[in-house]
Structures are given as structure tokens and as C-alpha cells.
């Protein structure tokens, strides 16, 4: 069985969850190229060792650059926060290593597009971490449209909805700052339905859009890790320089309508990343909250049962599904990551470029930038103007 080696920058929330994926693949996916967890990355040199030690890495180190330097690495993983991804990537591909990057891509745009021409000319493979589209409901709502049992698509109205920084004494942290963030809301979360909108229904053509940021400035923390920090509310403060909220509406290439939503001040949606399809033979519902459901509905069934009914994407026909348990017996959050970890795998394997990758996480950028543009200008923007 072919192995792939791994090294991996970030050891917090997305290096628990991308280590849980290594972890899995080889007990789940017998059949894939099997990753080798050799070594884990990250500044502070307790925090990574302990981090290495509880989630199963042969080693670690505190400057990402050794990972390049050692011919026992095939992948690096970059999960580090969002302003050091380029760097990394950049240096990874010329180190002829694969890379797998968290998302957003990058920053910019302009930093997404140098990022994967440097992968392609590096010869490298490369993939971008939208991990909902690994969901097996919603490879089962792009099933259905592509078999066309949705008909026409009209509509795709998609919402992100999180609560976990409502309190205006919740600390400062990265994800708030635009310089490295890049965006709040928007790029964090935004980021996933645009992603979803390209998988299941296609490029859009033209958007526009308002945000807005609600809490203005917030006490320092003292400490922070993925949606958690300490800090005490009386601490200094500092400024929220990044979006709490942004909605868009977009038109895609097939004519469908678009409609988005990302926000962190929906009390009681501690993760609601839904989207609903309206075709002219049917619709379907998704909610990652109750993430093994696809709720579907068809014109043609028969007249006295018309009415959206629950799929439970746990059955063998079902993606994934037979890696895993009895119908019904569902799966998480956590496995999401493992099959997006099992695409990476079968790509370097099969020695192709994974889905989705680079390509399309510069398609991404390019959006999260139109949008951005005509929140500024106040207009309507041609996504192909960037
Ligand atoms: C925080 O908003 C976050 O963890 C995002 O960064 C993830 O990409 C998303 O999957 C869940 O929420």
C-alpha cells in the first residue's frame, strides 16, 4: 500500500480535526494510500509536543520550514491561521511537496491566484479544505441534481449562521482581525457556501452585497483557541477591523438566483451552515446541523403525498456510507474531514489533482473579492471583473 507522508503547521481546533482525519483513514479506508502522521508544527514548543504526543505524530518541530527540508515528507498541511498561508504554500510547492490548505485560501485574491500558479508549475498536487462538501447529504443533493431529478434550478439560497462572539465582552480574537483573517464573517464562513453554491449548482456571474459589523471593539484576550479565549472584560480593548456579518445576492451562469447569508450574531445557530435548491421538478434542504438528513421534495410524487420528506444519507447507496456503519447509524462533523482527507489521499494515489483544490479556491476568492468590491461601490459587480 502506497504511503503519504505528512506534515502538518497548526496543532489547535483544524489541527485536532485534520489530525482525527490521518488518524482514521488507514482503519476506515483501508484501501487508500495511507498517511503517515511523521511530524506536527506550531510556535510554541509545549503546546505542539503535547499536541504530537495526544494525536498520534511521530515528531514535532516549532519553524514550519524544517518540515520542507526533510525528504521523509510528501504533504504539507497548512492549517495555521489565514495570513500564513501563502508563505507556507508558496514554499511547500517549491519544496516539490503536495499541499493541503485550509480555507480561505488566502488573504486575497491576487495571493490565491500566485498560490496556485505556484503549485501548477511546481508540478505539485493541491487542495483547498471546504470540507462540508464531503457532507454524504450533500453529495447526495449535487446526485440528485445531477441526474436532473431537481429539473431547472432556479434558486439557491445558502445561510451560515453561528452566535459564538454575540457577547460583546468575548475577546479579540485572530478570526476578528482583518490582517489575519483577511475577512470575518464573509471569507470564514461566506467562504463555505460560495464553495457549496460552485459544487452544486455552478459559477456565478455577477453579485452584490452589505455587511456590516456590529461590535466595534473588544477586550484583548489573554489566551485563545478555535472559538474559545480568555480575557477579562475589562482588559484593554481593541478594533474589530473585520465584518460580523455579510449577505449577498448573485446571479449564476445557468440563470439560477442566488441568495447568501453569513452571520455570527444569530443567537441559538451555534453552526447552522444550511442551503435550500429550488428546481422546477423539486427541492432539496440541507442543514449541517442535523448534517446525515437531506430533506427532498419532488412534484411528480403523487398527489395526496406532495410534501418535503427526510433521506437519512446513511445507507450503502449513500456516499461513503458502506466506510462506516448500519443505516442509521449516523456520523459527525469530524467526518467530514476524514473523507475530504480520503479524496487527498486517492488523488496522490491515482496521481491526480484532488477536489476541490486550488482552482477552486482562487474561484472562491475571486467572489468573496466581488462581493467586497461592491459593498464599497455600492453595485452591482461582474465577479469576471477580478
Ligand atoms: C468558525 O467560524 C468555524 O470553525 C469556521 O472557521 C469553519 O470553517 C467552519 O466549518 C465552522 O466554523
Known amino acids: 500500500m502506497k504511503q503519504v507522508r505528512v506534515g502538518m503547521i ?5 489541527g485536532k480535526a485534520h489530525s482525527h482525519a490521518y488518524r482514521d483513514v488507514p482503519m476506515f479506508f483501508p484501501k487508500v494510500a495511507r498517511p503517515v502522521m511523521k511530524a506536527i508544527c506550531g510556535r510554541d514548543a509545549q503546546g505542539v509536543a503535547q499536541a504530537a504526543e495526544q494525536f498520534g505524530w511521530e515528531g514535532q518541530c516549532t519553524d514550519w520550514r524544517e518540515l520542507l527540508k526533510r525528504d521523509d515528507i510528501d504533504v504539507i498541511d497548512i492549517n495555521a491561521p489565514s495570513d500564513a498561508h501563502k508563505e507556507i504554500a508558496l514554499a511547500a510547492a517549491a519544496a516539490g511537496k503536495h499541499v493541503f490548505c485550509e480555507k480561505p485560501l488566502a488573504l486575497t485574491l491576487a495571493d490565491s491566484r500566485e498560490m496556485l500558479k505556484a503549485a501548477e508549475e511546481a508540478g505539485v498536487k493541491h487542495m483547498v479544505g471546504f470540507n462540508y462538501r464531503f457532507a454524504p447529504a450533500v453529495q447526495l443533493a449535487k446526485k440528485l441534481i445531477e441526474e436532473g431529478r431537481l ?3 432556479y434558486h439557491f439560497r ?14 479579540l480574537v485572530w478570526r ?6 483577511g475577512s470575518g464573517s464573509h471569507g470564514d464562513l461566506g467562504a463555505h457556501l460560495i464553495d457549496l453554491a460552485h459544487f452544486l449548482v455552478g459559477d456565478l456571474t455577477e453579485v452584490i452585497g452589505m455587511s456590516d459589523t456590529f461590535i ?8 485563545m483557541t478555535g472559538l474559545s479565549a480568555k480575557g477579562s472584560k475589562d482588559a484593554p480593548k481593541g478594533a474589530v477591523t473585520v465584518d460580523d456579518a455579510t449577505l449577498f445576492l448573485a446571479r449564476f451562469a445557468s440563470g439560477a438566483l442566488g441568495s447568501f447569508e453569513a452571520t455570527r450574531f444569530a443567537p441559538g445557530h451555534r453552526c447552522t451552515n444550511s442551503f435550500e435548491i429550488n428546481g422546477s421538478k423539486g427541492s432539496v434542504k440541507f442543514d449541517f446541523e442535523r448534517m446525515n438528513e437531506l430533506q427532498v421534495y419532488f412534484t411528480d410524487d403523487a398527489d395526496d403525498v406532495q410534501g418535503f420528506r427526510r433521506v437519512l444519507a446513511t445507507d450503502p447507496s449513500h456516499a461513503y456510507a458502506e466506510a462506516w456503519w448500519p443505516p442509521g447509524h ?3 462533523y469530524e467526518h467530514t474531514f476524514i473523507h475530504e482527507i480520503v479524496e487527498l489521499m486517492q488523488a496522490i494515489g491515482e496521481d491526480r489533482q484532488p477536489v476541490p483544490n486550488f482552482v477552486d479556491g482562487v474561484k472562491c476568492q475571486q467572489v468573496l473579492e466581488a462581493v467586497e468590491l461592491s459593498i464599497a461601490e455600492r453595485r452591482w459587480v461582474q465577479v469576471e471583473e477580478l
Open 10 to 14: 497548526g496543532y489547535k481546533f483544524m
Open 151 to 153: 429539473g431547472q434550478i
Open 158 to 171: 445558502a445561510w451560515f449562521l453561528q452566535d459564538w462572539i454575540v457577547d460583546p465582552d468575548f475577546p
Open 176 to 181: 476578528l482581525q482583518k490582517e489575519i483573517a
Open 216 to 223: 466595534k471593539e473588544r477586550p484583548l484576550p489573554t489566551s
Open 330 to 332: 449516523t456520523i459527525g
